[in-house]
């Protein structure tokens, strides 16, 4: 008994002195590395009193080695055992743009915290090892233009907080395993991966997939290399074994006709199916809200039924059939009238399409067209009821909506000046007005009254989506925040996709967005609005810096005036007060723990004060 108690933990304490090693290892690690890879010295300051955390490329916290930057460095050869594996608590490596060659030690699996792997641009090669995706931190991944061959890990949903994982231009085979996580940025392209892309990545741009054998959306139907027998699937770029279909490929593609088939039978069969019902029920054709003046010859809907506003979430069949409207001053119109409307599309968000309507008697309103709706009929009533209810000046407002099994809309008001992202970032000639500092303060505070609005409702209430295109302008510029409240009826996997740089690092589920994280995507709506640079722009988010930490960097070395949108400084006296300030609010916002996060009540009363001193105009008017 006591032996064996000795004998673990005698084996616990050699686990301890290996992973809890100090600075001295640390630093034999790095002379290690200094004289295993060949190219340029590393001109480190290698005296005995001299500490490895000054040397060039190294930072520590803590009296440890957390970060290791040697980017172009000219770097080569292969990175031995018991070098960076040693290094147990780094968090960011980038040994991007060398000439590094050989496998990924496999004692990179002590990287218990590492977060930043940026390994692109070498001549790495091997497989891409499991372990990578298990380790428990990681959020960025960048393995691109190496050699690394065999296939993509299937447990890369082991990594539940990746977000980037950019795998483009290697040598990689098989297919695009089933990815459930939910990545904000993903790269494949220019390998031999072949096989159909999964649903959960279809939302990433065609530029992400190309160069390989894939189908399937963004990329053509894979349905069409199946049944064409006249084209056979291209081969792979490899050389050898390729001449002449093997058996495996024949049962694959018989199998693919086979199964082709059958999903062409099925969806007669649907069709046939969805005919019948709607012959019983007024036809509606709510295919496409875009659908042009002429699209179904409906039986008129009695005008009664779209007024009725139900009092409860029902569900019944009665209250269900027809748009259900909040409020009725925007004019009253119907299902069918409302699809007749001439359409526009606005754009494509995370949510959903919208469209703008125009009746032919002068209305305007936008339509959302939500996809991915997760939640059954009844929550998803209970939950519009409760969106519907909410009324703020600075809140788009949700006039109406519908629901059937296929469809699901939402009917807003129409915003004519579109989005804070698109004016920011859009195109900046066409005599637009610039967007001067009275302008972003009034936005800004808008924004916040509306979000401050939301949480006052209770304590579980937030927004869910804060982002600049999120926030909509009216004709005065005045700042209304629209697709608050959707997040938790939405597939966990369709929304974040574009959340990019927004999304507070303790969130793990798109669906559950707390009122501090809520603050943090704020926080760098702030910073994005007085710096004029996107939070997903690249080349932030190839460093792995956030907006937050580019601010924060910046201004820690030169003066803060250098991060701001030089279209807000032209009008600026040098150094106006009042930006920096609001600037410092937007930086307390996204401060890494939620509890040092001030409350969006806190933050408004702040913003108040900034945008009140400078005289600008209360954006609450009307
Ligand atoms: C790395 O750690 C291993 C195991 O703890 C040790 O044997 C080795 O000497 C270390 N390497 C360096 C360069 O210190
Ligand atoms: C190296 O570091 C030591 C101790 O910090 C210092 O005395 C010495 O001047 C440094 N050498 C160079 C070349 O910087
Ligand atoms: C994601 O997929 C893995 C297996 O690939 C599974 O274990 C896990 O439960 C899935 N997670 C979700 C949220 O679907
Ligand atoms: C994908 O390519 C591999 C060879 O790299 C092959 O064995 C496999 O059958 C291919 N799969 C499909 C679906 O074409
Ligand atoms: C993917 O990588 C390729 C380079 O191989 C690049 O041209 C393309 O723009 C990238 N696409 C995305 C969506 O990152």
């Given amino acids: 008994m006591k032996r064996s108690i000795s004998f673990f933990s005698s084996i616990f304490l050699l686990y301890l002195a290996a992973v809890t090693s100090d600075l001295d290892s640390d630093r034999?690690?790095?002379?290690?590395?200094?004289?295993?890879?060949?190219?340029?010295?590393?001109?480190?300051?290698?005296?005995?009193?001299?500490s490895p955390c000054d040397w060039h490329g190294v930072r520590c916290d803590a009296g440890r080695v957390t970060a290791l930057r040697l980017p172009g460095t000219g770097l080569f050869g292969?990175?031995?055992?018991?070098?960076?594996?040693?290094?147990?608590?780094?968090?960011?490596?980038?040994?991007?743009f060398n000439s590094l060659s050989g496998p990924i030690p496999p004692d990179f699996s002590n990287l218990v915290l590492l977060r930043y792997l940026y390994l692109q641009g070498n001549a790495f090669s091997g497989e891409i090892p499991e372990f990578l995706f298990a380790l428990p931190n990681l959020i960025r991944i960048n393995l691109g233009e190496n050699r690394f061959s065999g296939r993509i890990p299937g447990n890369v949903n082991s990594a539940s907080r990746l977000v980037t994982l950019y795998l483009e231009r290697n040598q990689l085979t098989?297919?695009?395993?089933?990815?459930?996580?939910?990545?904000?940025?993903?790269?494949?392209?220019?390998?031999?991966?072949?096989?159909?892309?999964?649903?959960?990545?279809?939302?990433?741009?065609?530029?992400?997939?190309?160069?390989?054998?894939?189908?399937?959306?963004p990329l053509n139907p894979c349905e069409d290399d199946a049944v064409s027998p006249s084209s056979p699937p291209p081969a792979p770029a490899g050389k050898k074994d390729s001449d002449g279909l093997s058996t495996g490929a024949i049962v694959g593609?018989?199998?693919?006709?086979v199964v082709g088939l059958l999903l062409l039978l099925l969806l007669l069969f649907c069709l046939c199916r969805k005919r019948k019902t709607e012959e019983n029920a007024p036809p509606r054709n709510v295919e496409a809200p875009v659908a042009a003046p002429a699209s179904s010859s409906a039986a008129a809907v009695p005008k009664e039924t779209a007024a009725n506003v139900p009092t409860a979430a029902s569900g019944s069949g009665a209250v269900s059939k027809d748009l259900i409207f909040f409020v009725k001053s925007f004019g009253e119109f119907d299902l069918d009238g409302l699809l007749k409307a001439s359409a526009e599309v606005l754009g494509k968000g995370t949510?959903?399409?919208?469209?703008?309507?125009?009746f032919d008697h002068g209305l305007v309103v936008a339509v959302k067209r939500l996809r991915d709706v997760v939640v059954p009929e009844k929550d998803f009533r209970e939950r519009l009821q409760v969106l519907g209810s909410m009324s703020h000046p600075n809140l788009v407002t949700l006039i109406a909506y519908y629901f059937s099994r296929d469809e699901k809309l939402l009917v807003f008001e129409y915003m004519s000046r579109g989005s804070l992202s698109a004016l920011l970032h859009g195109n900046k000639g066409n005599g637009r007005t610039p967007l001067n500092w009275e302008t972003r303060a009034g936005i800004a505070l808008g924004a916040?009254?509306?979000?401050?609005?939301?949480?006052?409702?209770?304590?579980?209430?937030?927004?869910?989506?804060?982002?600049?295109?999120?926030?909509?302008?009216?004709?005065?510029?005045?700042?209304?925040?629209?697709?608050?409240g959707l997040a938790p009826i939405i597939s966990s996997t369709s929304a974040p996709n574009?959340?990019?740089g927004y999304r507070a690092p303790e969130v793990t589920d798109a669906r559950k967005i707390s009122q501090k994280a809520d603050v943090y995507s704020f926080g760098v709506l702030i910073l994005e609005l007085l710096t004029g640079k996107s939070p997903t722009h690249q080349q932030l988010t190839e460093e792995g810096v956030d907006l937050p930490r580019w601010v924060q960097s910046i201004t820690d070395q030169r003066s803060p005036s250098d991060v701001f949108d030089p279209e807000l400084t032209r009008y600026e006296s040098e150094g106006n007060e009042n930006i920096i300030r609001l600037l410092k609010i937007g930086m307390s916002c996204t401060a890494q723990?939620?509890?040092?996060?001030?409350?969006?009540?806190?933050?408004?009363?702040?913003?108040?004060?900034?945008?009140?001193?400078?005289?600008?105009?209360?954006?609450?008017?009307?």
């Fill in 28 to 50: 034999r690690a790095l002379l290690l590395l200094r004289t295993s890879v060949r190219g340029r010295t590393l001109l480190w300051n290698t005296t005995a009193s001299s």
């Fill in 78 to 96: 292969s990175l031995p055992t018991g070098v960076i594996g040693n290094l147990t608590q780094l968090q960011t490596l980038s040994l991007r």
């Fill in 174 to 217: 098989g297919s695009i395993p089933e990815i459930n996580i939910t990545l904000q940025q993903f790269n494949v392209s220019s390998n031999q991966l072949n096989g159909s892309i999964p649903v959960s990545l279809s939302g990433f741009p065609l530029t992400a997939f190309e160069g390989n054998t894939l189908c399937g959306k």
């Fill in 253 to 257: 593609i018989v199998v693919g006709c």
């Fill in 351 to 358: 949510v959903g399409s919208s469209y703008k309507a125009s």
């Fill in 448 to 484: 916040a009254r509306a979000i401050s609005y939301l949480h006052s409702r209770d304590s579980t209430t937030s927004h869910g989506n804060i982002k600049s295109s999120n926030i909509l302008l009216s004709n005065s510029y005045e700042a209304k925040v629209s697709d608050y």
């Fill in 498 to 500: 574009r959340v990019d």
């Fill in 593 to 622: 723990y939620p509890d040092s996060r001030p409350t969006m009540a806190d933050v408004t009363r702040l913003i108040e004060e900034v945008s009140h001193s400078s005289g600008s105009p209360n954006p609450v008017s009307d």
